[in-house]
Nanobody
Framework: QVQLVESGGGLVQAGGSLRLSCVAS????????MSWFRQAPGKEREFVAS???????TVYGDSVKGRFTISRDNANTVALQMNSLKSEDTAVYYC????????????????????WGQGTQVTVSS
């Protein structure tokens, strides 16, 4: 059974930083693209960042470009380093794993993913 577990969320002041981690288990990690999404209260789930299975590129949502960095190791973890946080970054953050191995094209729609973590809350106070 594939499982994703996020951690690292919390309360931080505007301008601060947080690092989220997502640990995957249940199938080979290195052959699947990994992404981060977020969902604020009353809003749709939003694409944040993605990295393909080979880790050779990154794609970011417009609202986080230049502030967030996605990374992954060869074992089982994808991370999201979040700097210069703003109040509008407040949301539940989810990691997601794309269902097709060795797939390279970035998918930005939540409906394209069928494996999700439980989410971790990030709250940025102004």
């Amino acid at each position: 059974q594939v499982q994703l577990v996020e951690s690292g969320g919390g309360l931080v002041q505007a301008g601060g930083s947080l690092r989220l981690s997502c640990v995957a288990s249940g199938r080979p990690f290195s052959v699947y693209s990994m992404s981060w999404f977020r969902q604020a209260p009353g809003k749709e789930r939003e694409f944040v960042a993605s990295m393909p299975w080979d880790g050779r590129s990154t794609v970011y949502g417009d609202s986080v470009k230049g502030r967030f960095t996605i990374s992954r190791d060869n074992a089982n973890t994808v991370a999201l380093q979040m700097n210069s946080l703003k109040s509008e970054d407040t949301a539940v953050y989810y990691c997601a794993q794309y269902g097709t191995a060795y797939y390279y094209t970035t998918r930005r729609r939540p409906s394209d993913y069928n494996v999700w973590g439980q989410g971790t809350q990030v709250t940025v106070s102004s």
